[in-house]
């Protein structure tokens, strides 16, 4: 009788064991199971990765002059006749500013191109752009400048045989070099309003410009 109470009771001991390492055991995996779960999903990224296109503070070359490239200014690739191409600013419309080089003795005189320029702008109540261009010349280093400010609608493109596209409230900042190996050409448009902001970069870009 003695022996069969002590074998009730180990009996009993032994399922209430294997009970509960069962119990822990479901435990035990349901936690590592949710700790990979968590471990598995990445955090959401809610930062904006900074453009790895800016290069703000290198130093540009063309036509024998050097620039230095304002903050917040992304370099673009290649483009046909550029010798170099800028985007500034961000939203649905972008700022561009464009360097032309053609070669020595290439790209005609600085008056054509200031007129070409001003006649790609037309003025909300028809009148001459020509009348509304505020031009000026100067020497930076030893290179003469002349530089053209205009506002209006910017018939952009036209060129290869492209329809010309109206842009309205745009704004032109351009300065023509005279540089050691032929005329180069800073043409920078945008939305007037971006342009305004833009200016001071623009300016010091030129006041800063050296022969190579």
Known sequence: MRNLKISLTAAVSAVTALACLSSCGDSNVETVQKGRQSA????QATAKAP??????GSIASAAGV?????????IMGPRPMRAATYLIGEGEVES???????GAGQGGDVQSNVTRWIGQF?????SDSKAKAQTGHRDVNGLHVTTIDLSGTYMSGGMSGQ???PKPGFRLLGAIVEAPEGPLFFKLTGPAAAVEEIKPHFGTLIDALKKS
């Open 122 to 126: 037309q003025q909300p109540d028809g």
């Open 51 to 56: 453009s790895s296109n800016s290069a703000a």
């Open 66 to 74: 050097n620039w230095s490239i304002p903050e917040g200014w992304d």
């Open 96 to 102: 561009e500013c464009a360097v032309f080089f053609f």
């Open 40 to 43: 598995s999903t990445p955090a």
């Open 163 to 165: 329809a010309a596209v």
